[in-house]
């Protein structure tokens, strides 16, 4: 099943953006994991529509109904499975859509490949709506982490051009604390502010702008992953590409490692309280597939969302001609910042499942 990633805890999920509700199911949940529901909650917050001008102006509550999994709020073993219930649907919005397919959107390679009954009301089962309930699962993930003393957390690298302050060398759950509880996710506040700017301008212009989310995780031991095929950054980048509108992922220097000489990219091997350690990160906390117990830093590019209302050339289907598109209706101005918390969220869910392989099913 293509919405479905994992090995040992599986996740899965369902739904359309103006259907009835959206939802996921988890298998292989450790028992007896209380969930924080006031902790969820606020996770679940940050990626919540309507909250700003830097966002859709549709209003969603986003509270999750769970309807197997949990008994007093602690796994039971059982699959667990939560549902949300849609509320905002302007569906009207996105009639035209039906014939004449907004560009860089998947309106049209969905309508190739199921014939025309793919349901794309606010882009369906490819909308950015379905990364509420992959926020629930790494939410629960995060919590579960978090008590065997590893951490996940994020920031808005970049907007357009405009790029924070990078993630120190050990990035401290404190950090991650103090980033998740600003309107814009940032280190730097003074990026923040003109990053603000550029979405803003963004908008006021009728169209959009892309970013670049940074995520790092801490207190991972090493020894973590499989050679080749079954590496961390496969199984990370796999998870992390079925974000909507996520087109790129690197870890560590990525790319830009491509630019430098050895003796510049190598990460000298040192000794930190008797511990292994290197002295830099450009391999991103993973050598060869497998960690090497510094922290795990990935970066994802987010296209600039493709709904704008700038005119845009595209193609009638029904008439078989050239035409122009304008697109009505509640669009962000900007994915990423919302789609930090989502980032943490894949990478808390993969990395519980790999830790769950280390420790052979169990913790």
């Known amino acids: 099943m293509s919405s479905e990633f994992g090995r040992l805890i599986k996740i899965s999920v369902f739904g359309q953006s ?9 298998d292989g949940l450790p028992a007896g994991e209380a969930v924080d529901m006031e902790e969820l909650a606020a996770f679940l917050d940050r990626r919540r529509p309507g909250k700003s001008p830097l966002s859709t102006s549709r209003q969603e509550a986003d509270a999750p109904e769970f309807l197997s999994g949990l008994v007093d709020g602690v796994t039971c073993g059982a699959p667990l499975c939560a549902v949300i219930r849609n509320s905002g649907q302007r569906s009207g919005d996105y009639r035209e859509l039906a014939q004449r397919p907004r560009p860089a959107h998947a309106d049209y390679t969905a309508r190739v490949k199921w014939g025309g009954h793919a349901d794309m009301r606010g882009g369906g089962h490819f909308s950015g709506r379905l990364t509420a309930p992959l926020c629930i699962a790494g939410g629960i993930a995060k919590q579960i982490l978090a008590r065997r003393g590893v951490h996940v957390g994020a920031h808005l690298a970049a907007v357009g051009t405009v790029e924070d302050a990078p993630f120190p060398l050990y990035p401290s759950p404190a950090l991650f604390a103090a980033v998740a509880a600003k309107q814009l996710p940032v280190i730097d506040d003074g990026a923040g502010e003109r990053m603000q700017a550029l979405i803003l301008t963004a908008r006021q212009e009728q169209d959009s702008v892309g970013g670049v989310v940074e995520c790092a995780a801490v207190g991972l031991p090493a020894g ?29 220097a990525g790319f830009a490692a491509a630019r430098l000489r050895g003796s510049e990219a190598n990460d000298p091997f040192v000794l930190q309280d008797g511990e292994v350690r290197t002295a830099g990160n450009h391999a991103g906390g993973i050598l ?15 296209k600039p969302t493709p709904s704008i209302a700038r005119p845009q050339r595209t193609v009638d289907l029904a008439a078989t001609e050239e035409t122009e598109l304008s697109i009505h209706g509640r669009h962000d101005p900007c994915i990423a910042h919302r789609a930090v918390p989502v980032v943490e969220a894949v990478t808390a869910a993969v990395l519980l499942d790999l830790l769950m392989e280390g420790n052979h099913g169990t913790f």
Do not use: Q, S, W
Request: proline share 6%; glycine share 20%; charged share 15%.
């Open 224 to 252: 973590l992953g499989e050679p080749m095929f079954g590496g961390v950054e496969n199984r990370l980048a796999a998870a992390l590409f079925g974000i909507p509108a996520v087109k790129g992922v690197e870890f560590g």
């Open 18 to 26: 103006h259907g009835e509700a959206i939802g996921v199911v988890i």
């Open 288 to 302: 060869g597939g497998i960690t090497d117990g510094m922290p795990v830093v990935a970066r994802v590019a987010v």
